[in-house]
């Protein structure tokens, strides 16, 4: 049976395999392998973001989500930022 997920590729290993972690509700709940070219070349890059339906191991969709994957990235940088002033401020 076929499950939709939001996943994000972690790393691509030797340029061949990328390692996609699947969520549910928020949280990485699987890891899933697949061979990069079956992602769309726009979001073969870390930290991308994809819808992907995926039958028992197998991944037979993704759809690469160029705005989700911005709004994290600025999400993530925005927490870093406010690290950083923290920390400066300290000294």
């Not at 049976?1 to 290993?13: N, P």
Request: proline residues 2%; hydrophobic residues 35%; without cysteine.
């Amino acid at each position: 049976m076929a499950e939709t997920y939001t996943a994000t590729l972690d790393r691509i290993v030797d340029g061949e395999t990328a390692v996609l972690l699947l969520e549910d509700d928020g949280e990485t709940i699987e890891q899933l392998d697949v061979d990069v070219g079956q992602l769309p070349q726009d979001g073969q890059h870390e930290g991308a973001v994809f819808s992907v339906t995926v039958d028992g191991e197998t991944l037979s969709e993704a759809a690469y989500l160029p705005d989700v994957t911005q709004s994290r990235k600025a999400a993530a940088q925005e927490r870093l930022d406010r690290l950083s002033t923290k920390l400066s401020d300290r000294e």
